[in-house]
Nanobody, 120 residues
Framework: VQLQASGGGLVQAGGSLRLSCAAS????????MNWYRQVPGKERELVAA???????NYAHYVKGRFTIFSGYAENTVYLQMNSLKPEDTAVYYC???????????????WGQGTQVTVSS
């Protein structure tokens, strides 16, 4: 299984970006879809999470501005980021918990990271 993240870039404060993360390979089911972010010198932190049932959860500092969703394309998760702030600048990583075959173990897979830079 490989995850391909895209959609990062440079945007002015107040702008929007949509990140995508597409999973390819042998996939039986996806249990959870998550977006994390990391800035240099700090630990990776969970930004948004979505269960297979559609329940979502957000870090308090992005609630109301970011939306995690899937459905446009198979095995793809998105992060819509609105009203971006300079403090949102980070490398964003997607994380999917995937079961590759029926009865197999659920494993974590990570995308390669995509840089989001918000200028003031």
């Amino acid at each position: 299984v490989q995850l391909q993240a895209s959609g990062g870039g440079l945007v002015q404060a107040g702008g929007s970006l949509r990140l995508s993360c597409a999973a390819s390979g042998t996939i039986f089911s996806i249990n959870a879809m998550n977006w994390y972010r990391q800035v240099p010198g700090k630990e990776r932190e969970l930004v948004a999470a979505r269960t297979s049932g559609g329940a979502t959860n957000y870090a308090h500092y992005v609630k109301g501005r970011f939306t995690i969703f899937s459905g446009y394309a198979e095995n793809t998760v998105y992060l819509q980021m609105n009203s971006l702030k300079p403090e949102d600048t980070a490398v964003y990583y997607c994380n999917l918990q995937i079961r590759r075959v029926f009865g197999g173990k659920m494993r974590d897979y990570w995308g390669q990271g995509t840089q989001v830079t918000v200028s003031s």
